[in-house]
């Protein structure tokens, strides 16, 4: 067996470990160079794939090798650049602004029966820490829809990929069983369709539109608390399609126990299947993250531009790949691009250590969270409603601002400082003992470091 053949069953294997986008990033352009006895060297194009392969897959790739040839005992890589492809970019953007060209990329064209998007795809999907409970529980119902999970729930922040990967869910099967109806549903136009079924008298219509459903997938879930003709008409559906093992696949921007207005009757089976959620890529996903959407489309950039917009592009993966669209159409337009470009370009993306959290958006975003006004965090009422939101507050403003307890006790309207204190400490203890609280005190966090 010659070196090509060697590789090529190495990479054949390794297929079977990792995902797709996984492979093609830190796979692609790589070959052995050299076999003397027991030692193999791997040529890869660069630092990045040198560091990650022989950080992460050193041990696989070594055992697969030793598999087929046992006298292979050790391993090594080089960097052997590769010629950077000259302008291969398939997005044609003339006579076109460069917004339109990307929201026409973005758009693709939706199936009429399914509304879904072809463009998200379990292949296209990079999976991390980070999102691998939804990912592995998506693809679970995929393969056996009806039967798994049901309901599967994905829930996280915005831009975290809950579209993507449950269209990827409806796109598996529609395309493995032609047969079978998917039906993508955003919940506010569900909401809607209902209303006016409502108004027009037509809701018995409008149900018995639903009943062929084999999957039946709703994005955004949270939009319907407190719609409660809504809730009730939904209660209703859904039964119907889960006594008949019919498929359902929601997602929403929290837990169902973190939706107020939500019917307990509705919480409750939406808890009865599999609750999974995804969160906050790492460095590392992100440059797959960014490699994945280059490959995609077939174009290329240097590392140092990658390596910068991974490190600080954090927000969310919508705004990962709204940066790495930014650079791509101005290297299309104008020749040369150079790291400064990169960070003036990348101006409004990218986070000053010093505008992360501060005073307003931590009220802001804790009275958006429990539904409230933010000057109700500051009524002088002991509704339990309140209180709770209140006291988180003047948890964050302690725990992530570092404000004083005297501080924090002036902006709620010059509370004795023992007040402050006490919230810290309770809401403290209860974030130790309370994984529901746990969990909201990290959506709340999630949205406050990204807003
Ligand atoms: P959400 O519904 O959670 O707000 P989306 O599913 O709309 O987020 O994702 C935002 C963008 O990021 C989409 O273009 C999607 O393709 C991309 N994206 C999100 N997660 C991933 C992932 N794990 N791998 C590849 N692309 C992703
Ligand atoms: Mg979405």
Redesign the pocket.
């Known amino acids: 067996m010659d070196n090509i053949e060697l590789w090529q069953s190495v990479l054949a294997q390794m297929q079977f470990h990792i995902s797709k ?1 996984n492979f093609s990033t830190w796979f692609q352009n790589t070959e052995i160079i050299s076999k003397n006895c027991e030692k193999i060297i791997i040529s890869v194009p660069n630092a990045f794939s040198k560091e990650w392969l022989s950080n992460k897959y050193n041990k696989l790739i070594l055992k697969t090798l030793h598999d087929i040839d046992d006298s292979i005992k050790e391993l090594d890589f080089v960097i052997k650049p590769q010629p950077l492809k000259n302008n291969p970019i398939k997005i044609t953007i003339e006579n076109e602004r460069p917004e339109d060209s990307q929201l026409k990329f ?1 758009e693709f064209k939706v199936n009429k029966e399914t509304n879904l998007n072809p ?2 795809l379990f292949s ?5 820490s980070f ?1 691998e409970l939804a ?1 592995a529980a998506a693809l679970a119902v995929a393969e056996n829809p009806g039967l798994t999970y049901n309901p599967l729930f994905v829930y ?10 449950i ?1 990827a869910i409806g796109n598996k099967i529609s395309e493995e069983s032609k047969k079978k109806k998917v039906k993508y549903i955003s919940s506010e136009k569900f909401v809607s369709s209902i209303v006016s079924a409502i108004r027009t008298n037509s809701m018995e219509t409008f149900k018995a539109s639903l009943a062929p459903i084999d999957v039946l997938i709703l ?2 879930i949270q939009f319907i608390a407190g719609k409660n003709k809504s809730q009730e008409e939904f209660f209703h559906v859904f039964n119907s399609l889960y006594e008949k093992n019919k498929q359902i696949i929601l ?1 929403s921007d929290r837990p169902p126990n973190a939706i107020a207005e939500l019917e307990e009757r509705l919480r409750s089976r939406f808890e009865g299947g599999m609750i999974a959620d ?1 969160s906050l ?1 790492d460095y590392e ?1 992100r440059l797959v ?1 960014l490699k ?2 280059l490959q995609e489309k077939n174009m290329d950039l240097p590392e140092d531009v990658l390596d910068y917009i991974a490190t600080n592009v954090k927000k ?3 705004e ?2 709204g940066a790495l669209n930014k650079i791509l159409i101005y290297n299309k337009i104008n020749q040369g691009l150079n790291l400064e470009t990169v960070k003036k370009l990348l101006k409004g993306f990218v986070f000053s250590p010093f505008d992360v959290a501060n005073y307003k958006k931590i009220i802001e975003t804790v009275s958006k969270f429990y539904n409230l006004e933010e000057k109700n965090l500051f009524d002088p009422t002991r509704r339990k409603e309140i209180v709770k939101p209140r006291q988180v507050a003047m948890f964050l403003l302690r725990r992530e601002l570092k404000y004083s307890f005297p501080a924090i006790a002036r902006k709620f309207g010059g509370k004795d400082h023992t007040t402050a204190i006490y919230a810290f400490k309770k809401i403290q203890q209860e974030n130790e003992e309370n994984s529901k609280l746990t969990e909201e005190l990290n959506l709340i966090k999630q949205r406050i470091y990204s807003a």
């Open positions: 986008a973005e463009r998200y296209n999907f990079v999976v991390g999102n990912h996280g922040g915005t831009g975290l990929g809950k579209t993507h990967l269209q994005d955004d997602s995804v890529p996903t993250i994945t959407k969310n993966i919508r990962l790949e």
